[in-house]
Every structure is written in C-alpha cells, then in structure tokens.
C-alpha cells in the first residue's frame, strides 16, 4: 500500500511537471537556449513516464530527489520569456557568445537579487551526470561503450552545453549592466583554467607547502590540541583553505575575462555595481568574494597590462574617471583578512600576467582592443547629444559603418559622466534617456552587422 502510495503521489508530480513544461513550449523566449532545454527535458519525461511502472522502490525513492530539480529549470525557463528580457542586448550577446563558445546555448533569467550569476557548468552535463545518475532512468545499462552511443544520440540535436546566466531584473533597462554579464561568460572559461591549472598554481607559488606551514604553525599555537592525527589536521585546514582560493581566483579570472571583453567600461560598470555591497567589505571572502577594492585593483591591472601592448590611455581627461581610478589605488584590506589569504594574494601578484596571456589567448579576436576606437566613441557621444540611437556612422565618402555594441557602452558612460551635476534628478533623466538609446542602439547595430555579413555571404 505505501508502495502504491508513493507511486502515485510521484505519478501525479510527473505529470504535472510534464504539463507545465508542456505550457513553457508554447510561449517565446529571447534565447534559443531556453527552446533547446524544453525540448530536452520533456523527452527526458517522457522516458521516464513511459517506463514509470518498471521502477524500483530505489528508483522511485531517486525519482522523488529528482523532480524538484526539473522544478527549478522550469522556474528559470519561466523567467526567461522574452516579455522578461531585454530583447535589445539579446542578438549582441548571442552574437559574442557564439563567437567565444561556439555551438554553446545559453539562457538569460532575470531575478530579483542584486546580483550576476551563472550555472557555470553545462546544465546538459548536470542532468547527465551529477543529479542522481539519470541514465539510470532513460536508458537500460549496457556496456559503458553503448550507453555512450545512447547518450551522444540522444543529445545530437543539441548545442554542446547550455549556460544559465541570471542578472537583477531591477538594471534589464541599464545598458552598462551589459558589460557585468561578460564576467559571467568569464566563468565557463575559468572553470576550464582552474581544471587544467590549479594544482601548478598553488605549486610554482608555493602556496600547497606554506598552507602546510601555517597549518603547522597554527597547531602549535594552540591551547588545546586538535583531537586527531596531526597530519590529518594538516591535511583538513589545507583542503579548506586551497578550496576558498580557488573559489577566490574563480572569481577574479571571471573578472579579468570582463574586462578584456569591455574594457574600461567593466572597471566603471563594475565601480557603479559596488556601490551595493561597499567597496572595502571582506566579509564574503570564503564565498570567493574579495573586497570590491581588490577586484577593481585586478580589473584595472587587467586593462593597464593591455593597454601598454598598445600604448594607449583610455582614461582620458574625465575628472570622475580620475576620482574612481584614486579611489581604487587606495590600500585595499584583504591582506588582514587572515595569513592564507595572505599567502595566495603574494602567489596570485606573481602569476597575475600569466593568466592575463591565457584570457587573451582564450578571447582572441575579441579583445576589445580590436573594436574599442575613441574616434568612434565620440560619434556615438554626438548621436546621444542630438537624441538619436548610435547604431551606425557614416565615413567621409558617406559609407554608412555599425558601431560595435563595445563602442556605445564606452561612449554611454562617457557621455553620462560628461552629464553629472549638482542636480541628481536631472542626470537621472538623462541618464535614463541614455541608456534607452544605447540599449536600442546595440540591437540595431547588431542586426544590420548581421545584415551586412548576409549580402556578403550572398554576393560572395
């Protein structure tokens, strides 16, 4: 009886997850990666109602954990209908993530949390793999060669991975909050670095035998013995604090990413965005957050390093560009935070241009020396001065040229900066009216970039 209690009960939560995601496929939603996972998981569902009589009481006590997690998805495909998002950066974005990632889908959710996030790791892979072995439910167990053969069939028509990335709904109308998502993006490639590389990093820094040290040092400091084996005392502190730096560098590597993606306009988007939390709080350390005064220093050294490849200062004259970049050479804090942090600051100022050369060899083209052009900026500056959207210039033969979505942030915060007065209500309209433009301005740059690409690719 309690069996066939259970089975209903579980019955009852398929079927309605089935109808909700059945509901989901007939709405719009501004990524195709949102389509892509619908379609995904109801195949998924599918099986499982199909063959949902055959389980065991192990699989249907599996079940019973899995089902909340399509829940979640289901909340986040929701949220990313296109009548939530901003549909005028969606083409860019699309356009620079496939650059970057190439066959990966991604899906914009908007929440109502102050913050950037992503689900840095393929939300494809997670349903495979790390809940709760789902193969166990869609496919009978074969040899590990043919289950392979069944899994790769099953996802070919499928992107190679699908990222969620999640962004305030309050700033879906701030064309600078474009810039933080790069950060985001910066994620998939840090996760990536810190596979590959982070055992030789705290290696060559030394930083595996100092934790060692310290954990020593800390034994015979205390009082009262730790009741265990020194060595495995040793061993837990070292794990846990080689575990904080590496959520640490996760986040500063994404940083670094941003800033080579945006340039100048990540160190001021980013600037604006601490504002929520302050700029010397260290409180979130051990969640992999520094104080925004050390990402900011890492941001600005980022930019610094690639500018001098090229000899440029983007800086100009702008006195609130000055007053920020002083307020960031202030002393930071997060030496205090305690002697393992310490310790990896020292190692991670030595390997700091290292990873520089890994992100811009991982960007590539889209470094953002190669579209950022002050030239272009100060049109995109006049086109807001006359109200009109700065989607596109004309040269002086009268070619009518796009303007890369990097050229309007710039010339967006430009030309808001350039605005600022006592009047705080006058630069909120203005700043508005900006932002609007800009945010127009990209997609239209976009499509007509895409416009352009298509006569070529016809006449070619």
Same mark, same amino acid.
């Given at each position: 009886m309690l069996k066939n209690l259970l089975q209903g009960e579980l019955y009852s939560k398929l079927i309605t997850l089935k109808k909700h995601y059945n509901e989901l496929d007939t709405y719009e939603y501004a990524t195709k990666g949102s389509r892509d996972l619908i379609?995904?998981?109801?195949?998924?569902?599918?099986?499982?109602?199909?063959?949902?009589?055959?389980?065991?009481?192990?699989?249907?006590?599996?079940?019973?954990?899995? @089902?909340?997690?399509?829940?979640?998805?289901?909340? %986040?495909?929701?949220?990313?209908? @296109?009548?939530?998002?901003?549909?005028?950066?969606?083409?860019?974005?699309?356009?620079?993530?496939?650059?970057?990632?190439?066959?990966?889908?991604?899906?914009?959710?908007?929440?109502?949390?102050?913050?950037?996030?992503?689900?840095?790791?393929?939300?494809?892979?997670?349903?495979?793999?790390?809940?709760?072995?789902?193969?166990?439910?869609?496919?009978?167990?074969?040899?590990?060669?043919? @289950?392979?053969?069944?899994?790769?069939?099953?996802?070919?028509n499928m992107p190679d991975g699908i990222y969620i990335i999640f962004f305030p709904k309050i700033e879906r109308l701030s064309a600078l909050h474009f810039s933080l998502l790069g950060h985001e993006i910066g994620h998939i490639f840090a996760a990536e670095w810190l596979s590959s590389n982070f055992d030789n990093f705290i290696r060559t820094t030394a930083i595996d035998t100092e934790f060692e040290r310290m954990a020593m040092e800390d034994i015979k400091k205390r009082q009262d013995k730790p009741d265990m084996f020194v060595d495995k005392y040793i061993l837990q502190i070292t794990t846990t604090y080689l575990n904080y730096i590496k959520k640490i560098l996760c986040e500063l590597i994404a940083d670094i990413y941003g800033a080579f993606i945006f340039g100048q306009t990540t160190l001021i988007s980013s600037f604006l965005f601490s504002f929520g939390s302050g700029l010397d709080d260290?409180?979130?350390?051990?969640?992999?957050?520094?104080?925004?005064?050390?990402? @900011?220093?890492?941001?600005?050294?980022?930019?610094?390093?690639?500018?001098?490849?090229?000899?440029?200062?983007?800086?100009?004259?702008?006195?609130?560009?000055?007053?920020?970049?002083?307020?960031?050479?202030?002393?930071?804090?997060?030496?205090?935070?305690?002697? %393992?942090?310490?310790?990896?600051?020292?190692?991670?100022? /030595?390997?700091?241009?290292?990873?520089?050369?890994?992100?811009?060899?991982?960007?590539?083209?889209?470094?953002?020396?190669? %579209?950022?052009?002050?030239?272009?900026?100060?049109?995109?500056? /006049?086109?807001?001065?006359?109200?009109?959207?700065?989607?596109? %210039?004309?040269?002086?033969?009268?070619?009518?040229?796009p303007i890369d979505f990097r050229n309007i942030l710039s010339g967006t915060w430009q030309y808001c900066f350039d605005c600022i007065s006592s009047d705080f209500k006058k630069y909120e309209i203005i700043s508005k009216q900006i932002n609007l433009l800009s945010i127009k301005g990209i997609e239209m740059s976009v499509e007509q970039d895409n416009y352009n690409d298509f006569i070529k690719e016809r006449d070619s």
């Amino acid at each position: 009886m309690l069996k066939n209690l259970l089975q209903g009960e579980l019955y009852s939560k398929l079927i309605t997850l089935k109808k909700h995601y059945n509901e989901l496929d007939t709405y719009e939603y501004a990524t195709k990666g949102s389509r892509d996972l619908i379609d995904f998981i109801l195949d998924i569902l599918d099986i499982i109602d199909i063959r949902f009589e055959r389980y065991s009481d192990r699989k249907l006590y599996l079940l019973k954990s899995l @089902l909340p997690f399509f829940g979640k998805i289901c909340g %986040y495909i929701s949220e990313s209908r @296109l009548k939530n998002i901003p549909w005028s950066i969606v083409p860019a974005y699309a356009r620079l993530f496939k650059t970057i990632h190439l066959n990966t889908g991604f899906i914009l959710c908007p929440i109502w949390e102050t913050s950037y996030s992503i689900i840095n790791t393929d939300i494809l892979e997670i349903l495979f793999q790390e809940v709760l072995s789902i193969k166990k439910f869609i496919f009978d167990f074969d040899t590990k060669k043919e @289950l392979e053969s069944k899994v790769k069939k099953f996802r070919k028509n499928m992107p190679d991975g699908i990222y969620i990335i999640f962004f305030p709904k309050i700033e879906r109308l701030s064309a600078l909050h474009f810039s933080l998502l790069g950060h985001e993006i910066g994620h998939i490639f840090a996760a990536e670095w810190l596979s590959s590389n982070f055992d030789n990093f705290i290696r060559t820094t030394a930083i595996d035998t100092e934790f060692e040290r310290m954990a020593m040092e800390d034994i015979k400091k205390r009082q009262d013995k730790p009741d265990m084996f020194v060595d495995k005392y040793i061993l837990q502190i070292t794990t846990t604090y080689l575990n904080y730096i590496k959520k640490i560098l996760c986040e500063l590597i994404a940083d670094i990413y941003g800033a080579f993606i945006f340039g100048q306009t990540t160190l001021i988007s980013s600037f604006l965005f601490s504002f929520g939390s302050g700029l010397d709080d260290t409180s979130f350390w051990s969640e992999g957050y520094l104080s925004w005064k050390y990402r @900011l220093k890492n941001i600005k050294r980022a930019i610094d390093f690639l500018d001098l490849k090229k000899s440029i200062n983007p800086n100009g004259d702008n006195i609130t560009v000055k007053n920020i970049n002083k307020i960031i050479n202030e002393p930071h804090k997060d030496n205090s935070i305690n002697q %393992y942090i310490s310790m990896f600051l020292v190692g991670f100022n /030595m390997k700091a241009e290292s990873i520089f050369e890994d992100v811009i060899k991982n960007l590539n083209s889209q470094i953002y020396l190669n %579209y950022i052009n002050q030239d272009i900026v100060e049109k995109v500056k /006049m086109r807001f001065d006359q109200l009109v959207t700065p989607n596109s %210039y004309f040269d002086e033969n009268l070619n009518e040229f796009p303007i890369d979505f990097r050229n309007i942030l710039s010339g967006t915060w430009q030309y808001c900066f350039d605005c600022i007065s006592s009047d705080f209500k006058k630069y909120e309209i203005i700043s508005k009216q900006i932002n609007l433009l800009s945010i127009k301005g990209i997609e239209m740059s976009v499509e007509q970039d895409n416009y352009n690409d298509f006569i070529k690719e016809r006449d070619s």
